[in-house]
Structure formats: C-alpha cells, structure tokens
C-alpha cells in the first residue's frame, strides 16, 4: 500500500469522517491501491443495519430518509446515508433541501451523507455504491441507508445491497397492477404509500395489499414452495439463495403496506417499527445470514469478472492474437468464435480449449 494510503487507513480507522469522505472518494474514483484499501477495511466485519429504500423519482425518498435518520438518532444511533439520485437535495456532502430542512443532519456529527451519480449504471446504483456502503459499515456506522432511483426496472439491484428494501409509492406513480409488472413486488420487503395526505392513498393501499395478497396465493398454488422463482434470487446459484419465506415450517414475512406523510412525519414510527420486525425475521429465519452470504459470493464474482476483464486485455499475447486474428476475420479464415477460443487457450493455457 503507499504511504498515502496507508495514512488515510489510519485516518480512516481512527474513526476521523474525513478518512471516510477520502477512503470513498478514493474508492468511487477507483484510483490505484483501492482494493487493497478495501481489503484492509473489510478484515474486520461489522455488521452495520442496511435498509435500501426505492421508488419513483419525486415519491418522497430523501424525505423519508431524512424523518428515518432523525428518528435513529432519537435513539442514539449512527446514521450514514448514500443517495444514488441526481435530483436528490444532497450535493456534494451538503443538504440543499430547505423544502425538507435537513440542514439540522448535515450539521449532526453523528450524520455521514454522500450522494452518488449513477454513471450509466443500468441496476440503480452507482458502479461503486456497494464498496462505499461497505466502507460506511466498517467505518461502524449502526445503520445504513441507500436511496436509490428507481426508474422502471432499475431498483433491481438494491436487493443485493441492502437487508431490507423498502418500496416507496405515491398516489400519483400508478397503480398495483404497474408496481406488480415492474417487478416491485419481489424486491420490496415494505412497501411504504408516501404522500398520504393526497388523494387516492387508501385506494393504493388497498390494491397493493389486495396485489400482494392474489401473487402470494397464486406462487402457493403453481409451484412447489420451496421452489418459488424470486427475483431476488435471479443470478444466485440455488445453494446460496435464502430460504423460501414460503417454505412450510420457515417463519414468515408477510409484506406490510404502510402509509406516511414524509413531511409532517406521520407514519414514521410503524415504518421504524416494520424495519425492526423485519430485522428480526431475517435474524429469526436464517435470512439475514444467507442474504449476507449472497452478497458475499456477489461481490467476489465481482471482484473476479472486473480483474479477469482487467488481466485478459492488458496480456500481451491476448493482444497480438487479436490484432492478428482481426485481420483474418476479415478474410473469411476466422470467426469472432474462433479466436475468442484462442484468446481463452492464451490465456488458460494449452489444453483449455
Ligand atoms: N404532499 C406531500 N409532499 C411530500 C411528501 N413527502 C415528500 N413530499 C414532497 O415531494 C417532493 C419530492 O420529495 P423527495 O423527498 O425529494 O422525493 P425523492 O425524489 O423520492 O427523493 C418534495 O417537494 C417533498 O417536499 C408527503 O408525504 N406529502
Ligand atoms: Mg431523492
């Protein structure tokens, strides 16, 4: 590691913030000796509460985190937040929101906030956004939260980020049938109706319990229980899925829908008290462990597929084969097929292809 890091590594593990605000710059710019940063941190778990909300943009994400957050800290708990939002009101570690007054968090020292620009990023998070929420939780932060965009299909992957998701809907986003089509129903763990006060709440409410309700009887009836396809588990080889919450025996989740004025902070307590039980159903049912493990074994297929991709460009042999083979694929005697075979020969060695 270099000195500079090294220092920063100290910095960061004697708790200074801004070790944190620079490990997360360093690790977000994926500048050199990143990994082995995160190496060191990460040799000692901790285990901070991470809760993931998402929704449509304007759905009162930031808004809710912010009531969160202040709650938490009623109770004398660490909060970091990471907004995954460009119109979120953070910017730049300041809290621009006036309309939701958060100037009051940005000043608390027991708040850490950093937003995130997606980058293209296609899953609803940023490239980086799991390194720097494991930064946050080794630094020992006791909770978490990560407002990601949600924009059609791309809150997906806040479901490998997070222990709880909690899915963010207004009146005015659509109805049941949308959330239940666009996949929200298998990544929310909570569903959470903001903007109560508006017209058209209740109603929402209402279908989405009644959706929640038909989908439940209908995955019983069609498919063996512990066999149930979960979008959750999409890309997840079968023995490192958590258990069916379905499964006969296993304790239950029953996915509540609850209703909140982010503003005025109605609500806010049976959502703090729903992400409580659902703690202690993931302790409870093995879930929190096996979801820990999932992402576990993600991250390191992470780590392998971004070093791979990395090795098998820079090596020098792969190069001349495909500055060669080019040409050939242009006179008819290759295939792109063959001589990605003959990349993967160089690069395994002989006998692999
Ligand atoms: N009427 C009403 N407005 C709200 C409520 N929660 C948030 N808002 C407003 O909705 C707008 C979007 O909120 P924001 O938290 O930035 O949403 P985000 O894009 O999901 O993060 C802001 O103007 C908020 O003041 C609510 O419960 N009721
Ligand atoms: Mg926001």
Do not use: C
């Amino acid at each position: 590691m270099t000195s500079e890091n090294q220092a920063l590594l100290e910095r960061f593990q004697t708790g200074k913030k801004l070790g944190l605000a620079r490990a997360i710059s360093l690790v977000e710019n994926e500048r050199p000796g990143f990994e082995a940063f995160l190496h060191s941190v990460l040799e000692t778990p901790r285990f901070a509460k991470r809760l993931g909300l998402t929704g449509p943009p304007g759905a009162g994400k930031s808004s809710l985190v912010a009531a969160l957050t202040r709650a938490y800290r009623d109770q004398s708990e660490e909060v970091a937040v990471v907004a995954v939002d460009p119109t979120s009101p953070y910017s730049g570690g300041a809290l621009l929101g006036d309309r939701i007054r958060m100037n009051d968090l940005a000043t608390d020292p027991g708040v850490f906030i950093r937003s995130m620009a997606t980058r293209g990023s296609l899953g609803g998070l940023a490239t980086t956004t799991k390194e720097v929420l494991d930064l946050m939780d080794a630094f020992g932060f006791h909770r978490v939260l990560v407002e990601t965009v949600g924009v059609g299909q791309t809150e997906l992957e806040i479901t490998g980020a997070a222990d709880t998701v909690v899915v963010i809907l207004v009146p005015e986003s659509g109805d049941a049938i949308q959330a239940m089509k666009a996949g929200l129903m298998e990544i929310a763990d909570i569903f959470v109706v903001n903007k109560a006060d508006r017209p058209g709440a209740d109603r929402l409410v209402k279908d989405l319990r009644l959706a929640l309700h038909l989908r439940e009887g209908k995955a019983l009836k069609d498919v063996p229980a512990h066999h149930g396809v979960d979008l959750k588990r999409m890309g997840v080889p079968e023995e490192e899925a958590e258990p069916d919450k379905g499964g006969s025996g296993q304790p239950r989740w029953e996915i509540p829908v609850l209703q909140t004025v982010a503003q005025t902070g109605e609500g806010v307590r049976e959502l703090l008290d729903a992400v409580a039980d659902h703690r202690s159903f993931l302790e409870l049912s093995g879930g929190l462990a096996a979801r820990r493990k999932a992402r576990a074994a993600g991250r390191v297929r992470e780590v392998v597929e971004r070093e791979l991709r990395r090795v098998s460009w820079a090596h020098a042999g792969v190069q001349e084969i495909l500055e060669k083979g080019v040409v050939e694929i242009g006179a008819g005697r290759e295939t792109p097929y063959s001589l990605a075979a003959d990349i993967i020969a160089e690069l395994m060695g002989p006998g692999t292809k």
